[in-house]
């Protein structure tokens, strides 16, 4: 059984930093494009990061570059989100993805999902 479990949501002051954790199981991690998503208050889900097991490579959101980093530890199946200069906008319910193909606009694998609010 596929199991994506986030940790690390939480109520923040604009401009402080959050980090969150994904801890993963039930595939080959190393496989899959993982990453995250958000989906904030009346709006569509987006993609937010996403790293290709083909090359490494790491996508941001636009207005998410500089401000956040992901990063993994493959030895853990884990994958974090560091989310620094947070802004109110960022306010969101962030989810843990894994997707097939290195097809990171169509996760297979979805988390239950971490609140993050960020207050102004």
């Known amino acids: 059984e596929v199991q994506l479990v986030e940790s690390g949501g939480g109520l923040v002051q604009a401009g402080g930093s959050l980090r969150l954790s994904c801890a993963t199981s039930?595939?080959?991690?190393?496989?899959?494009?993982i990453g995250w998503w958000r989906e904030a208050p009346g709006k569509e889900r987006e993609g937010v990061s996403c790293?290709?097991?083909?090359?490494?490579?790491?996508y941001y959101e636009d207005s998410v570059k500089g401000r956040f980093t992901k990063s993994t530890n493959s030895a853990k199946n884990a994958i974090y989100l560091q989310m620094n200069s947070l802004k109110p906008e960022d306010t969101a319910v962030y989810f843990c993805?894994?997707?097939?193909?290195?097809?990171?606009?169509?996760?297979?694998?979805w988390g239950q999902g971490t609140q993050v609010t960020v207050s102004s």
């Open positions: 039930g595939f080959t991690f190393d496989d899959y494009a």
């Open positions: 993805i894994a997707a097939y193909s290195d097809n990171c606009i169509d996760p297979n694998y």
């Open positions: 790293i290709r097991s083909s090359d490494g490579s790491t």
